[in-house]
């Protein structure tokens, strides 16, 4: 998930840091929006250093100008923390007249603010009374500690420990997922099927369409499980990922996996052949001229419709197409014979799709077809996720 932080000016600041820092290890990535008080207490490049994504500070210097927009439409959650008791009031009041506070007012994703400052600031009817309108807007509230505080007071207005406000954050937004408490199989990647122990027949897949398909549902709140072919390129590790070469190891974990899963989404680029045998050693040149001159095929077993034909009432299974030309019709015409809800539908060859990180695209179910069109790998994910999140069979069953 993107979170966006905001940080305003607190002696709190500081905190700000190792919030990032938690987020970041809980495999999210991080913007950052300060007001220019926060820039007295850290400075810009410290978030620089440290933040994944954007960081900034200004309605007018960023390249973009709607930065605000901008960061509101990115965010899948945006935090302040620390928020003063000034910014608090500013938001509670609609009042926009810096980067971070035109942000909130933008902002449609889930909010969260985690006020810090002096205790009689707190508990003054002023502050209690802006932060009481924040939650009742929605504003999800970690409240600040008690304690001894900068000022040399002692009560409540303590920022809390960075990692319970991580924690608390991830929790509430849980709350929320469409897709808590659902177990989503994913295969991804090409299968490599051996001719002898130094060559094999495989595909262009990179993984990447597969990568971007466990993020979107770890962030929908799912649990994942991964059958990945051989790939350069790590997934999330909160999924659980099991490496497999062939298309027949793929079929066996595949197979094993989807009866505790609520959904499947097949993305690998299963080889449809393999050679009917692997030979032992290296076939040479000269020598076994015959052998690597005719090696013969034979059909690899297809996933996808196994796990179609393995399909329980309330669970999904949803299939990629890879097509080079009349994508649509193809595309319905495998949703039919291998007996999938869904296909993903995308275009490739001539250095298209395959390992790229955009693909042309189509969503083709019994009901219809809805054109994506040029859209970057993780949109597309998302758009699979947030389809199957509204799906009925997944919804009803819903644990
Ligand atoms: O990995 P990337 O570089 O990001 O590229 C992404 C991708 C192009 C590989 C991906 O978007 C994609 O289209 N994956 C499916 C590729 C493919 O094999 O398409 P197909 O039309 O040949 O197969 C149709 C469906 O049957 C697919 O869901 C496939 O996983 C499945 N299949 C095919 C053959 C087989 N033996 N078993 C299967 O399960």
Known sequence: MRILIGVTGCIAAYKACEVIRGFQKAGHEVSVVLTESAKEFVGEATFRALADGRVCSSLFADEDPIPHIALAREADAFLIAPCTANVAAKIAHGIADDLLTSTALACTCPFIVAPAMNVHMYDSAATQENLRT???????????????????????????????????????????????????????????????????????????????????????????????????????????????????????????????????????????????????????????????????????????????QMKRAGQVVVGFAAETEDVVEQAREKLARKGADMILANLVGQGRGFGRDESEAWIVTEEGVTELGCRSKKEIAKAILELLSLNRAVEGDRA
């Open 134 to 308: 924040l939650e009742e807007r929605g504003a999800f509230l970690i409240r600040p500690e008690e304690g001894y505080l900068a000022c040399g007071d002692n009560g409540r207005g303590r920022f809390p420990d960075p990692e319970a406000v991580v924690q608390m954050t991830l929790e509430h937004m849980a709350e929320d997922l469409p897709l808590v408490g659902k177990r989503i199989l994913i295969t991804s990647g090409p299968t490599l099927e051996p001719v002898d122990e130094v060559r094999f027949i495989s595909n262009r897949s990179s993984g990447k369409m597969g990568a971007c398909l466990v993020q979107a549902a770890l962030d929908a709140g799912a649990e994942v499980e991964i059958v990945s072919g051989p790939v350069p390129l790590s997934y999330d590790g909160r999924a659980k990922i099991r490496f497999v070469e062939t298309a027949q190891e793929m079929m066996e974990a595949a197979k094993e996996a989807f009866p505790e899963s609520d959904i499947a989404i097949c993305a690998a680029a299963v080889s449809d052949m393999r050679p009917a045998r692997a030979h032992e050693g290296k076939l040479k040149k000269g020598r076994d001229d015959d052998a690597l001159g005719a090696i013969e095929l034979v059909q690899n077993p297809d996933i996808l419709s196994g796990l179609c």
